[in-house]
């Protein structure tokens, strides 16, 4: 079993940047991880916001050119680095992990992760 611990949620003030860390641990085997964030606001479902399967980065529509996922795989660490900040990106924001998944699987779906952190609030005001 993994546990997954974030840091760096913070209120910001809109345009600002933030960036959020991620560190894996426990039992890891011998697989690699597949590392990224969701987000998600009061009464609204989990969001995809970018995941970083070993060089392959995936990054939703509306933070792309503002947002920058990168990682040690050699760590187990995965950062969000979060530019031009807008107030409604403000949610918490949670970091999953699985093993690296193969070509077929949905990375957007919430289901596709094996593990959770406990999420790291993150508000930006306007």
């Known amino acids: 079993q993994v546990q997954l611990e974030e840091s760096g949620g913070a209120l910001v003030q809109a345009g600002d940047s933030l960036r959020l860390s991620c560190a894996l641990s426990?039992?890891?085997?011998?697989?690699?991880?597949?590392m990224g964030w969701f987000r998600q606001t009061p009464g609204k479902e989990r969001e995809f916001v970018a995941v970083l399967n070993w060089n392959d980065r995936y990054v939703v529509d509306s933070v792309k050119g503002r947002f920058t996922i990168s990682g040690d795989n050699s760590k187990n660490m995965v950062y969000l680095q979060m530019n031009s900040l807008k107030p409604e990106d403000t949610a918490v924001y949670y970091c999953?992990?699985?093993?690296?998944?193969?070509?077929?699987?949905?990375?957007?779906?919430?289901?596709?992760?094996?593990?959770w952190g406990q999420g790291t609030q993150v508000t930006v005001s306007s």
């Open positions: 999953v992990a699985t093993p690296l998944f193969s070509s077929g699987v949905d990375y957007r779906r919430a289901t596709s992760y094996s593990a």
């Open positions: 426990g039992r890891t085997g011998a697989y690699y991880y597949a």
